[in-house]
């Protein structure tokens, strides 16, 4: 059983709980998705593949650069600052879904015996579990998300609180095979290190496709 019957029932405000409010607000993040796309980080990608270009035909003597028409220090600038708009989009979509998560299942709360204190876990995987327990959703068909979603929160939390995503491989074996299920998703391994990045829109279209595809899910089955 999905949100269906709630959907008249609570809430004027469609904007804060009520499901009908998910649509606008998916229409919207498409829309900033490809705003973004084809405003500031598509002249930052061309800026950036002009400079790689011109790296070509650098002057290298001992593994030093002696001529170059590229100044490196706008290369990085640039390369930093595509990173900076690309770790932000991932952020902010992955915050929308953890607050969407929870006001369902604040929506719900007050019509059950169990609050969602009462669950165990944190953030998704607790709102998750509340949704399953109390309302009784089956999400067996979305189990593939799930499992994508989680993968997804494994990369945001590394972004979040390491600003970059490089680990040792075999100290970190799980979080490196999990990583790597996430489509679009770009690694560059040395040695034994991985450093995970994103640098291209099919990320976030089919990030945005998977996170679309679960909350629509749960409230409108």
Known sequence: ???????????????????????????????????????????LQNEIKEMQSEMENDIIIDDTI????????????SRQASNIIHNSMMISIFSFLETRLLLLCKLIEPRNSIL???ISGKGIYKYKKFLSKV?????SSQQ????????????????????SVDFDIKK????YIKLKKIEHLTVKEYSDKAFFYIDSQEFHNKY??????FLEFICYI
């Open 135 to 139: 309302h009784s959703i089956d999400f």
């Open 66 to 77: 002696v001529q170059s028409n590229v100044d490196y220090l706008d290369y990085i600038s």
């Open 208 to 213: 945005f496709q998977t996170v679309s595809k």
């Open 172 to 175: 970190n074996s799980k979080e």
């Open 116 to 118: 969602l204190n009462d």
């Open 1 to 43: 059983m999905g949100l269906t019957s709630y959907r008249f029932t609570e809430f004027n405000d469609l904007t804060k709980l009520n499901p009908l409010g998910l649509e606008g607000d998916l229409d919207a993040i498409k829309l900033s998705l490809k705003s973004i796309e084809v405003g500031t980080l598509n002249i």
């Open 144 to 163: 593939n998300e799930w499992e994508l979603i989680t993968s997804y929160a494994l990369l945001r939390n590394k972004l979040v609180h390491s600003q």
